[in-house]
């Protein structure tokens, strides 16, 4: 499963991507608001630093206005996928752009049915959002399910990029169900981490080397 950072923070997209594990990034326009930033300006430079794709996300709300957006954010650079909602507009200028060779990332995806419409317009990406669907005492993670198996059945290529992860075990969960992609805030990465048994062994190992003065160099 690729891993793809769910934020706009150059300081902790340059982090994680040091460590090898940024398949990618996601922006969208409430994480470019939390930034401060310009949308074109901290896009090109969150570009420059991972090889991967960049999801940079439209505010029009109208078809011919999104696919003008998605043309100016798609010359940033090579890796932008452009995110555009799953609405009959979205849908309509994910066609068209992913006619013109873009990627496109479809994104506010809540239901298999919006899925399927998704691929069949040829989306690169599809984004169920998994914590806003538990929010309401729904099953966001059954939805990754349901839609890998719809995707399975007829050959789709288009990528389940797990979206609004709240959680290190919905990124295991993501990656039994078989996800392609999920996008995670830093703090959720860096969570996957942690074990109360590692901390807990580890401890126990210090506690030796200082009674024994163990050195290595
Ligand atoms: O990837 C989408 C994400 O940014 C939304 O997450 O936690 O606001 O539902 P959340």
Same mark, same amino acid.
């Given at each position: 499963?690729?891993?793809?950072?769910?934020?706009?923070?150059?300081?902790?997209?340059?982090?994680?991507?040091?460590?090898?594990?940024?398949?990618?990034?996601?922006?969208?326009? @409430?994480?470019? /608001?939390?930034?401060?930033?310009?949308?074109?300006?901290?896009?090109?430079?969150?570009? @420059?630093?991972?090889?991967?794709?960049?999801?940079?996300?439209?505010?029009?709300?109208?078809?011919?206005?999104?696919?003008?957006?998605?043309?100016?954010? /798609? *010359?940033?650079?090579?890796?932008?996928?452009?995110?555009?909602?799953?609405?009959?507009?979205?849908?309509? /200028?994910?066609?068209?752009?992913?006619?013109?060779?873009?990627?496109?990332?479809?994104?506010?995806?809540?239901?298999?049915?919006?899925?399927?419409?998704?691929?069949?317009?040829?989306?690169?990406?599809? @984004?169920?959002?998994?914590?806003?669907?538990?929010?309401?005492?729904?099953?966001?993670?059954?939805?990754?399910?349901?839609?890998?198996?719809?995707?399975?059945?007829?050959?789709?290529?288009?990528?389940?990029?797990?979206?609004?992860?709240?959680?290190?075990?919905?990124? @295991?969960?993501?990656?039994?169900?078989?996800?392609?992609?999920?996008? &995670?805030?830093? &703090?959720?990465?860096? *969570?996957?981490?942690?074990?109360?048994?590692?901390? *807990?062994?580890?401890?126990?190992?210090?506690?030796?080397? &200082?009674?024994?003065?163990?050195?290595?160099?």
């Amino acid at each position: 499963m690729k891993f793809f950072v769910d934020t706009a923070e150059i300081d902790d997209i340059k982090d994680l991507n040091a460590l090898g594990i940024v398949d990618g990034v996601t922006t969208n326009p @409430s994480l470019i /608001a939390k930034s401060g930033r310009d949308i074109l300006e901290v896009t090109k430079e969150i570009c @420059s630093i991972v090889d991967g794709p960049v999801s940079a996300e439209v505010v029009a709300l109208n078809a011919d206005d999104m696919i003008a957006e998605g043309r100016k954010l /798609a *010359k940033i650079a090579d890796n932008i996928a452009v995110k555009v909602p799953l609405t009959w507009d979205g849908l309509k /200028a994910c066609n068209v752009l992913t006619n013109e060779g873009h990627m496109v990332n479809v994104t506010l995806c809540f239901s298999a049915n919006q899925a399927l419409l998704a691929a069949k317009v040829g989306a690169t990406f599809i @984004s169920p959002f998994i914590g806003r669907l538990d929010d309401l005492n729904l099953d966001g993670m059954e939805l990754i399910a349901d839609i890998r198996n719809m995707y399975d059945n007829y050959g789709f290529e288009t990528q389940i990029l797990a979206a609004s992860i709240r959680s290190a075990n919905h990124m @295991s969960d993501c990656a039994a169900i078989g996800a392609d992609v999920a996008t &995670a805030p830093p &703090a959720v990465i860096k *969570k996957m981490a942690d074990h109360v048994l590692t901390d *807990k062994g580890l401890d126990g190992f210090m506690k030796d080397v &200082a009674k024994a003065n163990i050195k290595i160099v």
